[in-house]
């Protein structure tokens, strides 16, 4: 599968000499396959990364020119986005740091300044962070004298959104649910930009953040299944901070058993689809589970587009099929994957054994 070759290319280390094995299939692979791979890569946004690693081991020649051409161009523009993103979020924290208000960062823009390889390898959306409700007082009136304007109808029960006239978004907590009852000093840590992008930061510590990874990742799998990008997160935390988890700490703070299982099945997908070396803590636990596969993943987010976990998603497709409706940019699902879909949750799969229930204590509220 020539998905899974360009996927292990994009996890090489810089130092690791390329199989043979790996040019052969690069080389041989036809433009239906190519095409193919490409649009899958291009949906879970990882074209800038395979790029990267593509050119960092010498594989430019193996591509195709205009597959090369493709995955050059997705890099410069994630390149070009992202430093975008970071100059202005810059600019922003030093405002708020006039005021002493430290936000704490998220996601995307703390994975791809501390974790990934290259800053344009994890493309990054909106930028998030949290505050306390008190800090989101002070930031507000900043953030609009920055040129920042509230979005009022994006607005949830626990968060805001502000967005600025080069539609940079921040997305901005005053409430984050999974973290009631923890003490707020033991979830961050401050670090200095890796990239030399941005000042003092504070960010979740590793066990915060596999956490909060693994609750994002399910709270959204039921309406966009499982992202690959999301995924591969998981191995860049766990090579730069894997060393820093510890089972005990997971325990108090990833709230539920469904994420529990899907944090298990995804180190097991790690493990058997990559070979990724896992802490042996994490190892031991992800041996309970059956992994998810690279064809399911792939397989899901198709159906996953069509809306096939609601009842209106099942009346779309068949009024395209019939006509009524013209005709969606994306393929017909095959008929054995819709029967897969209808008898069986296919994300979370396995029920989760009675060893791994973690019940979560909580104390006092945090924000």
């Not at 002493?100 to 995307?108: E, Q, S």
């Not at 909106?126 to 306390?132: C, E, F, L, P, R």
């Not at 009022?152 to 984050?176: C, E, Q």
Request: aromatic share 10%; with cysteine.
């Amino acid at each position: 599968m020539l998905l899974r070759t360009l996927l292990q290319i994009s996890l090489f280390k810089p130092s690791a000499d390329v199989p043979g094995v790996v040019r052969q299939r690069l080389q041989s692979a036809t433009d239906g396959q190519w095409q193919e791979a490409i649009a899958v890569l291009t949906h879970h946004r990882l074209m800038p990364l395979v790029f990267y690693g593509v050119k960092v081991h010498n594989l430019t020649d193996d591509i195709p020119k205009p597959i090369l051409s493709q995955l050059m161009l997705n890099y410069l523009q994630s390149l070009q986005h992202n430093i975008r993103l970071f100059k202005t979020l810059a600019v922003v924290l030093e405002r708020l740091a006039v005021v002493d208000v430290y936000p704490v960062l998220w996601k995307g823009i703390v994975l791809a300044d501390h974790l990934y390889p290259d800053v344009a390898t994890r493309m990054i959306g909106d930028i998030d962070w949290a505050v306390t409700p008190h800090e989101f007082d002070i930031a507000s009136p900043i953030l609009a004298e920055l040129s920042f304007a509230l979005q009022p109808a994006m607005a949830t029960s626990d968060a805001a959104y502000f967005m600025n006239a080069d539609r940079v978004l921040l997305d901005v907590h005053h409430r984050v649910r999974l973290f009631e009852g923890q003490e707020p000093l033991s979830l961050t840590q401050y670090l200095f930009s890796s990239k030399g992008l941005l000042p003092l930061c504070r960010v979740l510590e590793p066990n915060a953040m596999l956490a909060h990874l693994t609750v994002h990742l399910g709270g959204h799998a039921p309406d966009m299944g499982l992202p690959l990008c999301w995924i591969l997160d998981f191995v860049f935390l766990l090579r730069r901070w894997g060393d820093q988890i510890a089972m005990q700490r997971l325990k108090e703070l990833i709230p539920d058993r469904k994420s529990w299982r899907l944090l298990g099945r995804i180190l097991r997908f790690l493990q058997v689809e990559f070979g990724e070396p896992l802490p042996a803590e994490l190892a031991e636990f992800a041996q309970q589970y059956k992994p998810f596969t690279l064809e399911g993943i792939t397989r899901q987010n198709q159906l996953v587009m069509w809306g096939l976990h609601r009842p209106q998603g099942w009346v779309k497709m068949a009024a395209s099929l019939v006509g009524v409706r013209s005709n969606p940019k994306f393929e017909y699902p095959e008929v054995s994957y819709l029967l897969q879909w209808a008898a069986a949750d296919l994300w979370m799969g396995d029920r989760l054994s009675s060893r791994t229930e973690c019940p979560r204590q909580t104390t006092a509220g945090f924000w």
